[in-house]
């Protein structure tokens, strides 16, 4: 492996950590560390600035995610095999690489193969800062697997089938076979399917989500393994 693919890596995971640190609210921008990482910092000016404009970050915090994606990966974008390599780190006690592709899938916007630092930004801005509507709409894209604009039984089955063998045995009650999450997915996606055509619309969706708590725990399981 080249010197350059390993200072990326490097890199990319710090700022994997960033986010997790993030998620567990165990960050503080205005740290000693940050100010560090601040002054190092290599960023397009014009480029951040839009970002800040289009997303719910500060130009900050903004540097800070940019140093951690960007610094010494000329090329500002990771690929499929890069991101379930790091998000495995994470997930060591189970499987993650089928929730890796479908939650790099939701990133890549453009469907291009590859995740750039402006889709990671827009992204997390939904996930971390977003309002409920626009957190539905994310969610919705994830369960979408094919991005036809609907939902199936099988699809949503996929989703929540990728999630378990990700948190891994360790953390729920051993499965036999996949009875339970078929189970769980049949009377969620019941109630959703409001109008019976076997597919879930995201209007159907969101207002399945808004009006039924247990639904929308649900769905925000997800969220817990961003």
């Not at 045995?169 to 055509?197: G, I, W």
Request: glycine share 4%; net charge negative.
């Amino acid at each position: 492996m080249s010197g350059c693919r390993k200072r990326c890596k490097r890199e990319i995971l710090k700022f994997a950590q960033y986010l997790l640190r993030l998620l567990t609210g165990s960050l503080h921008t205005d740290s000693v560390e940050d100010e560090m990482e601040m002054a190092t910092v290599r960023h397009r000016p014009e480029a951040l600035e839009l970002l800040e404009a289009q997303s719910k970050f500060t130009k900050k915090e903004l540097q800070i995610l940019y140093r951690g994606f960007k610094n010494e990966c000329p090329s500002g974008v990771v690929n499929e095999e890069t991101f379930k390599e790091i998000y495995s780190q994470f997930f060591p006690q189970g499987d993650s690489t089928t929730y890796a592709h479908f939650l790099f899938n939701a990133f890549d916007t453009d469907h291009n193969g590859s995740v750039s630092f402006e889709d990671f930004v827009m992204g997390l801005s939904i996930l971390l800062r977003g309002t409920v509507q626009e957190k539905l709409n994310w969610a919705f894209n994830l369960y979408d697997i094919n991005k036809d604009g609907y939902i199936t039984k099988e699809e949503m089955l996929d989703i929540m089938k990728a999630i378990y063998d990700m948190m891994g045995k360790c953390t729920y009650p051993v499965l036999k076979e996949d009875a339970p999450s078929r189970q769980h997915v049949e009377t969620f996606f019941q109630k959703m399917d409001k109008n019976k055509d076997g597919v879930v619309t995201i209007d159907e969706f969101i207002e399945s989500c808004q009006k039924d708590e247990n639904i929308m725990r649900s769905m925000q399981l997800f969220e817990n393994v961003i």
